[in-house]
């Protein structure tokens, strides 16, 4: 039997609330998307970018590699790891950022793009329009290009991890035979092959590289798929 996968489906989204275990998921028929348990969340996005993914073939080799090797090692520990995002295309990223900010940080944020050179960022951002959300509480501190998912292919993943054959997202339970918490095994398996972690609280992520990816490489990377 496929694993059951859970999410919340925040407009184009898909997040995980504030409960460890995701009751409902909604398709949003409007945009002609859905979400299925199992499923790879699937949507032709403006600008004729890739859709989102949590397939690790997505990810740049080397990289998937590792992740591939982690997960395994993880499941020494009778810890089932499932990859939830891989690729991320920098709408969808626009839309994770605007969702926690308020119409002013979005319109700095366009200028200050537009500023440093920017442009198709600026538009992308800018282009995606409001986003619902909860203000201030801020899913990402990253703007389109400057994460590891927005690049193809990409280099970093988000996970969770599986408990009795449900995808949780929590940082404290433990379980499998070493009684073990999926997120901080996962960390430190990751870490130890030489990947990197995201900031603290996000667990879910992991990344080839420290830092933020290179935004002007990205910009590049945008004009070409949109033509700009
Ligand atoms: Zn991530």
């Given at each position: 039997m496929a694993p059951e996968y859970r999410f919340l489906n925040v407009g184009e989204l898909i997040l995980p609330t504030?409960?460890?275990?995701?009751e409902t998921w909604e398709p949003c028929g409007a945009e002609g998307y859905s979400v299925q348990p199992g499923e790879v969340f699937r949507r032709r996005v403006a600008g004729g970018f890739p859709p989102q993914s949590r397939d690790?073939?997505?990810?740049?080799t080397s990289f998937r590699n590792l992740v591939a090797e982690t997960i395994a090692a993880c499941a020494e520990f009778g810890v089932t790891i499932v990859p939830t995002r891989t690729y991320r295309p920098p709408d969808a990223q626009a839309r994770l950022w605007r969702s926690s900010r308020t119409a002013d940080e979005v319109s700095a944020a366009v200028a200050a793009l537009q500023a440093h050179g920017r442009p198709v960022t600026a538009q992308i951002l800018e282009g995606v329009g409001p986003q619902p959300g909860k203000l201030g509480?801020?899913?990402?501190?990253?703007?389109?290009?400057?994460?590891?998912?927005?690049?193809?292919?990409?280099?970093a993943a988000d996970v969770a991890w599986m408990v009795d054959g449900v995808v949780v997202w929590d940082t404290e339970r433990s379980a499998g035979a070493y009684n073990r918490n999926g997120y901080r095994l996962f960390r430190d398996e990751a870490t130890k092959r030489g990947l990197y972690r995201g900031p603290?609280?996000?667990?879910a992520h992991i990344q080839?590289?420290?830092?933020?990816?290179?935004a002007d490489a990205a910009e590049t990377y945008f004009a070409s798929v949109i033509g700009a």
């Open positions: 504030d409960e460890h275990v995701v690790l073939d997505d990810l740049e509480r801020h899913v990402t501190n990253a703007l389109p290009g400057e994460s590891w998912h927005n690049i193809r292919p990409a280099m603290a609280w996000d667990w080839a590289a420290p830092g933020a990816a290179d």
